[in-house]
Nanobody, 126 residues
């Protein structure tokens, strides 16, 4: 089994920054997994935010966060990060970390991810 635990969410004013962390553990977790961040706002579907390849060399972003968010990973610590800058009220959502067997990091559909964290709330006030 694989466990993913997110942290770092909170309340921030528009224009501010937050850094989310996702700690992975479990007997079957592999550093070769592609890792992604998704978010879900009330009444909306879960949407792709960013993903990173197993090596950390390749990153992918939704257009809505490109240039403001940065995804990275430290395989030695089994941890993935999402640095979020210039936050906007529309970024308000529950943010989820996920792990995919696709090591390239190109997976964007939630159905391609096998393991999920419990989520962390991010609220951006105007």
């Amino acid at each position: 089994q694989v466990q993913l635990v997110e942290s770092g969410g909170g309340l921030v004013q528009a224009g501010g920054s937050l850094r989310l962390s996702c700690a992975a553990s479990g007997r079957t977790f592999s550093s070769t997994y592609g890792m992604g961040w998704f978010r879900q706002a009330p009444g909306k579907e879960r949407e792709f935010v960013a993903a990173v390849s197993w090596s950390g060399d390749n990153t992918y972003y939704a257009d809505s966060v490109k240039g403001r968010f940065t995804i990275s990973r430290e395989n030695a610590k089994n941890t993935v990060y999402l640095q979020m800058n210039s936050l906007k009220p529309e970024d308000t959502a529950v943010y989820y970390c996920a792990a995919a067997g696709d090591h390239t990091g190109r997976a964007r559909a939630p159905t391609l991810y096998s393991y999920w964290g419990q989520g962390t709330q991010v609220t951006v006030s105007s």
